[in-house]
């Protein structure tokens, strides 16, 4: 409930619209949906500027379908559902407009075309970690911004990343998606200056322990800009990178 | 070297102004000075948007003031010099301009005013986080940003944060100062719409293994938005809120 | 063997009506059953007030029928098998009085219907908790408790935890499940005034590892009042909230 | 701000005694004192049933007079500063009626005597343990709680723990104190039917990683009813245990 | 090659029965056979006092039978293979005389009778823990002790334990077997005065970490006498308890 | 692109046959082939001695055969693919010319016989390190450098290992490879004086912790000599030794 | 209380001699001594062979003079204080009669000569473990122990240790010590038939980690016949080693 | 003991010129001179191509004079004290005549120049680093290679790094220090064609963990040819850069 609401209803109370109980009761209820399983947020846009997410890992096909279909009867669109397997992907499908791309296990309900604005790039390592580029490109692009993808542009064959350094200082704000030794994120941060998240990724092997190698580098990066989002967590970078990209002016 | 100073290089080779072999020295060579010890970028401004800073910690007071005295006599005003001890810091003093804060070991050698622009607000969970936050808030103010300080409003005790809720939400940027359980970045992000930068701190004992407790909660945060920098990093979160905070606006 | 039959025994021997050896037997042997692979303790509702409890985990279907058909057969009620999986289930079910919930995974063999008194308070953070939830809730409610299921109220959206503050604050115990961050256990601790049990589950990816995110993160919890049980330890945590609800009052 | 206190003001609203902004305002700020570097709360005791702790760690003598003063000005009595280090407390004792205990580094101010009640007992492993076993008892008794200190009783020597099964099974709350491989908590959780509060210690070397041996061990114990509080946190176990003591009965 | 050999060599070439070239080479060489992806020490028993082992986990059926009959072809009998699945097993008993578990998956190729001497106890905290326990045994067995085994006596349940202190104290050597918390060998180690060999379990779940809890739990022991063997290492425990079990008197 | 590359454009550029714009650009390209997924870099032998060596684990069989396909059509040979499960390469084997080792997983495309130089060892402690040697072994061989490889020679049997001094010190680079403890790189380290590449690899259980236990081992190592790959890292570990095998002499 | 106490107690109680009241007090106590900060066990001899140890690290000069005083008082010779620090062992000195080792920190109060049997072989990988082996030879020594060193034997020069194979295989019992890759015990396992007790020490530095990797390897290692006990803790090998040491013969 | 060695003794025995005991006997014992504490080992060079080191970290200024001068005594020069604190150095310097250095806290004792071959680069990441770059550079330098030290070429800023390829590309083997992120060595792994030694050091703060962020980041390079040492471990770099920078060549 935001302030303005607040004030709608103390107002209401003054004029004698609405008893205090009533209020008081109004004002400890948040706009949520409750279907037993889950409490559904509908004013989240208001409140964060972006629908909620559906986070598709711990449920099943049936309370997607319940969850997204409360949505898009309260008028969502581009629902994103993050982590939706392919099995799971079809049952959605078969009851909601679904787009699904295998790739990223990235699935968008109710989608409609918006133009996109801004830019952001989304650079990776290896051709191991196109599914959380994937995961981050997809998020950005459902929330609205461009996305350029530069995959495949690892430190080890630095010649592959400078090639590219054009379209890296081009963007608002860079994905960095790394596995391994995770040191693309401070290669990239000592050659732009628009913000840099950086993906650790959970690709590698061996004393990488599913992602902690690339984290750690990541977290100890010595380019200034830098930040981090969880392992193998595309949807997160993607997320905060329209955030940022789609920011307004600074107007002092 | 940016691609208009290679342009520029080619240019001369092609008028004959300069041999093939100076330019590919040319080239190859940064627009750094070395002096034994470190190689100082002094057109880092350019590239990246800000000036080198002097991490202090592994420098000796002389060190500190070689590199700096070269930087002040190469024009640069407002450089930052962080983790610098109080006994250096006096060393420092004596030979250059130095404005010092003692809790957050920040200086700042040859200090201007200058205007500052959007805003940014720097929360913190509880008392003992503040050299963490005045890092990170002295960090940005000294980039340019406007900052607002929140001290002391951690998760257990939700009243004090959400009596500020009007100031988190009228931030561009947020950075969220917490250690034990680093909860307050996780609640903020659900609150606002801006970016929100996670800074666990190593405050606190026994399972809080230096910070780790907090890190681990921040990267694994449930709410949209945040990312984390390292441990204890303010200077890094001050830095990225101030790129973030002086974004233009996009242009679609 | 309880200090009672301690000192019925020791009358016995000094009455002649035991001799010392018998009596030495008698002291150093337990009342428990040898049943090869296991020791059924049918004293135990004497020494702790609840029922042996099966783990069924690491145990076959013959086995925990075994188990539970001689706890049966010594009269008890509500004998609690947790971590069973489905196809074991279905096999007790076959030789014994068995209600299953396949979500938490819980059994109650020989279950009879027990008024339910108190309050205990099972609350989540999200959907994906709800197997440890109503390991907790079954858990809590056959030893006797009355329970309210607040699920679905992690911290990112405030709103939905405060509208339960009513709930909460009539607790006599809170059991705080959650992954992820785990910052739910801190902030109900700032809530009530009533012991929180917070129970760290493995829900989640990346830098949780495996639940560990959120067993440092409640570990480290800035809020008193909380206590903290292994993670997804669902059972443990209704068992020691069930045991904190049923307390009798403090006569000084 | 309290259920009731909402309501006084939405009727004042109503009344016409209040305008809706200034309720709004007041709603939305919590009854602490902010003395900038920290926001004393001193409604706390309304809403968690005890007064606010000072946890002295990372604060000055100075900071630490300050806040007291403020508790001792608003009329608190007993209250607890933790980890106060002996220099501290004599500085603060200078300023402030202080009870100060160097072993536990608990200091009391503005203590005055109240009846205390129940039953908490406090075991612990080894002499060592010493100093988190009396900040845990002052602390409970301090809150209220009649404390019994059975120390050293180790199961290494089991005799020694198993003379005292009186006095624990005489408990309403145990909070078993140990370090190196913390198996007392699993001892005496076999032993009682009350709730068991176990604290790892950081007393032991090699291979006990500052406290983590214990503390895994007590997560892990294999008895129900043992919760699990930080590493060295005595404070903590006692605040939980005195809560748990002074529960009213359960009157279904 | 051992020193008899050794001398009876340089004899043979002080005679000149053979060449120091030749000596050189037999010097150098060990009494193995090399099999090309094994070397199969036939000396062993010379040097170690007991058969080389088996350890099946990393090899096929063919390779296992293939050094296993090597073996037998050289006369052994008794010959331990060890973490050999069912179905190895079947292929292995097809082509030599062998007697298998299934619990703890411990096979004998060549099995003989012999006489059992000493005692070994081998005590575990749970049902679970039977594998290990049953492969410490058999081990022990095969190797010529005699072994009581005392399961599902964990701490947590003290009488089960104590029930059986004579059993405990007249062995010349106990394998402590447990997961989860561990403390099973610390209350042993206190009641005992033979050497006691803990052997931590990944029996578990949560923050157990694979055994780790007990592992830890089992080095830390307050009791002395203690040693530990690696998680899940049943042969380790049992073949180090034979070897102390059949120590001969200390005769000054 | 090289040096020379450079200075070659920067003359055309003085004498007029390219634009400086046209030199801008190809300076700034790399010469990869961008086929979508992944950017194949055919000069990586100009620049590092090898063919570009395709990590098979993370790509599809389609994506490996279309990456090998254009590696073959520009020329070249021995095409090493590592990581490369039997069914993928089945599909490989049937698009392009491949020998394949199923052990070792290593696929060979487009194999030419070339004559082998130097000597590098290939040791390892177990038969259960077999894959990871072979990977070390055929990675030398297909590089162009002499292996003698010396299985099961581990530590606990050292007479095997001591058989073979001659071979390991007449090597030019040792691979040793070990799980468990990893002794063997010390023990080889004290006997050789050659370079000495640990590899520890994933065999063992417990508390090995998937190699870590080898690989602490032998970072700590107290030999001089020895550097370490990460674990299981055959491949890399046999890149290194034919780099360094294959050294020219130093002509001071 | 031993089995033939607890006799005697029931035929007192049989004969009238004692109440069965005073008989279940008698059992429930066991026979320490409290002296208020720790309980003197003057039965361990009689329980597990050796008098109570006193382990100094957290005690106070004061504490241990009140806890051996005790002891002496009760007639115990040869007690052993470890981890005693030089200025406490003054002060100890002082009132107690003390031999002290400076470099072991290890002190014997009311020393008597006695007669030392059998052979334990204590040896270490360098120089700098010296302080661990003394604790672990001094501890044997004064428990009856006759004990050789062989100190500075680490693999990486082989012969060192192969100098000694003859001293090695006429031990009992070995205590093998070493930091770093902790390699020692391993080869030593190898080489001879007695039980080897393997010490890790936080010698080393980087990845050692305070003596993990020695700890580790030495869980994993591939001999049979090593146990491990705590990082750095040689009085528990020396106490281990001398039980051992001093086992009477197996009589079948 | 060598081969040769062997042979001669063997033909002595065969000649009569030495009993077989005698024979024994010298061949179990090795070239080394042990003075208590330490065993030295005289005859290293011949084994291992370079004279012992002294690691000075764990012994006293009196042991090192012990060692070094028996070396010098026996004629050894150019004898490495690493680790060598400077109140150490002091007291050696007084001793023998001994260069010293007190950034990387190496000494040399009896110091003669020699000619330097090949070419070793040393090249860091930051100022920080000097101390590991510097014990490495002076280690190759000592033991006869030339070096050339690239410091403060992190790839936060390339243009530093890229503008020292051609010394890079001109090195026989190239030592890469760096501490935070540790990209350094993937960077470098990407631009030369010889072998590259990674040195992780704990120069960071916060989730570095005291040099593990680069130890991994480095142990997971995604460049080939890079192996890597223990944390700060500057010596062992150094030492085998110049084993691999003074290899002969390979004569296939």
Known sequence: MDREALLRALNAVRDGAMTPEAAARLMGRAPFEDIGFAKIDHHRPLRNG??????????TAAQIVAIAGRMVAAGSENILITRLEADKAKAVGEALPLD????SRVGVANRVERPLVGRVVVASGGTSDL???EEAALTAETLGSRVT????????GLHRLLAHVEDLQAARCVVAVAGMEG????????LVDCPVIAVPTSVGYG???????????MLNSCASGVSVVNIDNG??????????????GCDA
């Open 50 to 59: 972006a629908s909620e997410v559906i986070y598709g890992a711990g449920k």
């Open 100 to 103: 699904y791309d295998p790739v």
């Open 131 to 133: 599914p959380v580029c």
């Open 149 to 156: 993808r530069l995959y495949d542009v690892g430190v080890a």
């Open 183 to 190: 040191a693309l994120a401070s290669v990239i941060g000592g």
């Open 207 to 217: 004393a990488n322990f599913g992602g902690v190698s690339a984290l750690l580098s």
């Open 235 to 248: 949807f997160g970078a993607g997320y905060l990178a329209n955030r940022i990209n789609q920011m307004k």
